[in-house]
């Protein structure tokens, strides 16, 4: 079917500004994602999945621009031991990075894998996204397969001693960057990836990820402050019999962002928690779009979005469970929650339940309001100021997403690091 | 029902939940009554539009209304995103208007109406005798010894059949007539606000019921006039390949109030029909509207075949101050139900309700929910969801809460529950949540566990158990409700009661 005229115009002009990498192995794969591109055609306003949240900067041909951000907070996870992944604008910087080596795991670039002929790299490269384009299409995941510049491919074998920490650096102000990372972890192996930094003027990441069973990853994710990048991420993960799936994202401002997690049990057992805390202030669109497919039995899924909205921000949860025909004793939580802080701010929300299975249990709330003020007298009565006192049942609002952190250390982190950032505002 | 009597039902699912359904799921109305008609030909056109504008005897500003309608609706796609599927519809393979032969001389009073025709509505329990009491109310402890007097408007096919209680209506202020009366008795009424509150290319459907409608109710009640009984109108179909478009505009003045009921239901045939009904209400300052509808459409046989499709387009605008608007709606029948009820919350301190119970069982697809437009200070709205789907049917709740920045204060509840009776069935939830202020409140419950806190803790505090608790307080709800309704479906509707939260998903 012919796309709207609009819609192929904007995608022509996008893939006008593309150029396909000479990809050897995954080629077959690249094209394949360009193929379905062309036929999708990219995001447009009128699309329902993007009702909230207007596509336009991150599907125009050219990067908009994006100023530097400067400050002088050492970067988030700066205190941990962990084996660093730099990319500069979206190039890996080899001596920024440490040494791609540790037990447990072996970590390659992604142009490598073919030379180094990595078979479960090839093999998964571009599968999981064209497995999440259905039932509903995201166009800029498949544009991600067909481009990516560069990207890793990690694979979990064993119980690595520290956290893989990939980091993504901003150097110039109309950089368009586009990375894509694999990861398989094996059979009973446990690995940590975290990941931090604006990346680029606009950032468009995949991570395809394939847990077999008895697998856990835990990935947290912490997404710049005060910075004017627009980013779309993706990452699609597909969960073997008893594995674990914990991720958790903050994200303190940046002008656009659209984070879109699809996740698929395919084995009994399974556990997939997928969390988000976000505090935006001004110019602000912060998008959530879940999606978890029950397509076994006995699986635990939850999903826990928190959003701090001031001074006309916008926060959007698009959050689904999915629970097909004999997936029975499902037991599937999604909640997500706004507190507006202002008149201006808005939340926008369609938390879906679709259901084929009748021996489960789904249960999903939605909630916006203000702050409670009750709660504000108490504390005011007590002495706090306002601003304190504000700033105190904000972070209580938000701890319940934090929570979903399991390392405490790295929660810890990540509360002392929301406290600073209330407590200095814009 | 076959099927439901082999599905094997889960643990901890009410019996006597899965035998109301079961019950639900015999089909009573699918009688026929064999009686001459008369047809406009197939298909629909301007030439269409115009014979049921002279068969109404409609002024020339309706019939160009109409016709500006049909040529909007040539433009339009029909709309796609609903979680229901059917065969494409052949628009030009169906006949638009259909009126019993009898019904050509306009009869002046019930006593002049066809036999046949009093006889159908007193086989469906809506006799169209003044003098009788309606059935299902009779007896009734709570009734007054006079009985409960309803006032019916009948509506067979295209054709409004009779309306009772007229004068007695009449002596009150309040106009009860079908809508083609109106637009020829009191056109300044019906000039002013028809289509106002479902604008003429409001979608599809609607479009198409603005052009081509052919009958349906008309009610008006003066500034001040509490309605001195219930209205309501009975819609039939009887007719084959017969669409029924049926158009009702209710308008409550300052400080009146009105309680509406709705009831429907159709012979049991091969062939899907269309039903593309508009119901429009408006709400003047400090006035109040209940309506409640009992869809009880020919729902198809075990296997699909057949039944309605029941696409109605359903609104109320409140525009006065303080005004109130509740739907109730208990959907059991049609093969397919897209329906969305909605409130306009304009009026500062309005209120809108919504709750639904909607029953899928073999091949049904119900696709249904309501709109909140919170526009006004300081408005209210709740939303009270329960949809059950059995055998291999889908039922979606789909609904919108929009909170509009100059909406400040507002409120909103919301809760869906869904049931699912054996493993072949569907049933999903797909709420709107736009807030764009932050003096409102919000709040989208799908649990169980989170009815008014409140009340839960009055009944726990006198030993009972959570579900029970949860149970009492929103059946006792809908109960309320249900037993409002002093018709014939009051009956059935308390069978639906019966139906339990237990086992309920989210």
């Known amino acids: ?426 | 029902m076959a099927a439901l009597d082999q599905t094997q039902v889960k643990e901890g699912v009410d019996q006597e939940t899965v035998d109301a359904v079961r019950e639900v799921g015999t089909y009573k109305y699918g009688w026929e009554t064999e009686i001459e008609m008369e047809y406009a030909p197939k298909g629909v056109n301007p030439d269409i539009v115009k014979l049921i504008s002279s068969k109404n005897d409609e002024p020339e500003w309706m019939t160009e209304w109409r016709l500006a309608a049909f040529e909007r609706w040539t433009k339009m796609e029909e709309p796609n995103w609903a979680m229901v599927s059917y065969p494409k519809i052949d628009f030009q393979d169906q006949y638009y208007y259909a009126r019993p032969k009898s019904m050509e001389e306009k009869p002046k009073s019930l006593d002049e109406v066809d036999p046949k025709l009093l006889a159908t509505y007193e086989k469906l329990g809506i006799p169209l005798k003044e003098q009788m009491i309606l059935a299902g109310v009779e007896g009734s402890e709570d009734a007054p010894a006079e009985g409960r007097k309803v006032a019916v408007d009948a509506v067979f096919d295209s054709v409004s059949v009779g309306t009772t209680f007229q004068a007695e209506l009449k002596k009150a202020g309040v106009i009860f007539c079908s809508i083609s009366e109106a637009i020829r008795e009191h056109p300044e009424l019906v000039k002013k606000y028809l289509g106002t509150v479902v604008p003429v290319s409001d979608n599809f459907y609607a479009t198409l019921n603005s052009a081509v409608f052919s009958d349906g109710s008309f009610v008006y009640v003066p500034p001040g006039v509490r309605c001195p009984m219930e209205l309501s109108t009975y819609f039939r179909i009887n007719a084959e390949n017969t669409g029924q478009f049926e158009r009702t505009l209710i308008i409550a003045d300052k400080g009146s109030y009105v309680s509406y009921l709705e009831g429907c239901t159709a012979p049991q045939r091969d062939t899907a029909q269309l039903h593309a009904a508009v119901v429009e209400i408006i709400l003047e300052e400090d006035a109040e509207v209940k309506y409640s509808t009992v869809q009880n459409w020919f729902p198809g046989d075990e296997n699909g075949k057949g039944g309605i499709y029941n696409f109605v387009t359903k609104r109320a605008d409140c525009r006065g101050d303080r005004s109130k608007v509740m739907w109730t709606q208990v959907e059991t029948g049609s093969a397919v139900t897209w329906k969305y009820p909605s409130c306009i919350l304009r009026g500062e301190d309005s209120q809108g309700e919504f709750y639904s119970i909607a029953i899928t069982n073999n091949m049904q697809q119900a696709d249904t929910g309501t709109k909140m437009v919170h526009l006004g200070k300081n408005t209210k709205s709740r939303i009270v969801s329960k949809g059950i789907s059995a055998g291999r049917a889908q039922n979606t709740y789909r609904g919108l809460v929009s909170m509009h920045p100059k909406a400040k204060d507002s409120r909103n509840y919301t809760q869906c529950d869904s049931l699912l009776i054996g493993d072949k069935c569907g049933a999903h939830t797909v709420p709107y949540i736009e807030v764009r202020n932050n003096s409102s409140r919000v709040e989208h419950e799908a649990t169980t566990s989170k009815v008014d806190d409140d009340q839960l803790f009055y009944c726990r505090q006198r030993g009972m158990d959570e579900e029970e608790a949860v149970a009492l307080v929103v059946n006792g709800f809908c109960k309320d409700v249900l037993q409002a309704l002093p018709m014939e479906f009051a009956m059935e509707a308390q069978q639906l009661v019966a139906i339990s939260l237990e086992g309920s998903v989210g």
């Open chain 1, 1 to 426: 079917m012919a796309l709207p005229q609009a819609k192929q115009t904007a995608t022509d002009e996008r893939l006008a500004t593309l150029n396909m990498p000479d990809a050897g192995c995954t080629r077959k794969a690249r094209e394949a994602a360009l193929a379905r591109v062309c036929e999708m055609g990219l995001p447009g306003r009128r699309d329902e999945y993007w009702k909230y949240t207007q596509p336009d900067t991150l599907v125009s041909a050219d990067a908009p621009f994006a100023a530097l951000f400067h400050n002088d907070e050492p970067p988030m996870f700066d205190e941990f031991d962990r084996l660093k992944i730099v990319f500069i604008d979206g190039v890996f910087s080899p001596e920024d990075s440490d040494e791609l080596a540790m037990d447990g795991v072996s970590i390659d670039r992604l142009e490598d894998i073919c030379c180094k002929d990595i078979h479960w790299a090839k093999e998964l490269y571009g599968v999981l996204e064209a497995n999440g384009q259905n039932p509903v299409q995201r166009p800029l995941a498949a544009l991600n397969t067909a481009f990516a510049s560069d990207g890793v491919a990690i694979h979990v074998t064993g119980k690595p001693a520290k956290p893989i920490s990939l980091i993504y650096r901003h150097a110039s102000e109309t950089s368009d960057a586009i990375l894509h990372h694999v990861v398989r972890v094996e059979s009973g192996a446990e690995v940590t990836i975290l990941e931090n930094g604006p990346a680029a003027s606009r950032f468009n990441k995949c991570m395809e990820i394939d847990i077999a069973d008895g697998g856990t990853l835990h990935h947290i994710r912490a997404q710049g402050r005060d910075h004017q990048r627009r980013a779309a991420t993706h990452m699609f993960t597909r969960m073997g019999t008893e594995s674990v799936y914990k991720s958790f994202t903050l994200t303190v401002n940046g002008v656009l962002t659209r984070n879109e997690q699809v996740v698929e049990l395919t084995g009994d057992d399974a556990v997939a928690h997928v969390a988000g805390a976000c505090v935006g202030d001004g110019e602000f669109h912060h998008d959530d779009t879940v999606f978890v497919t029950h397509d076994a039995v006995n699986c635990e899924s939850r999903q826990v979005f928190k959003k701090v909205l001031r001074n006309g921000a916008t926060g959007v949860f698009q959050g689904k469970i999915l629970v097909k025909e004999g997936a029975q004793k499902t037991d599937g939580y999604q909640i997500s929650q706004s507190l507006l802080l202002d008149e201006d701010s808005q939340f926008l929300a369609k938390p879906e339940l679709e259901i084929y299975a009748d021996d489960v249990a789904c249960s999903h709330g939605s909630t916006s309001g203000a702050i409670d003020e009750t709660a504000l007298f108490y504390l005011r009565s007590r002495g706090v100021s306002v601003r304190e006192a504000t700033n105190m049942l904000t972070l209580a609002f938000l701890a319940e997403a934090v929570q979903e952190v399991e390392d405490e250390a790295l929660a810890e982190v990540i509360v002392t690091r929301l406290q600073d950032w209330l407590a200095r505002r814009r």
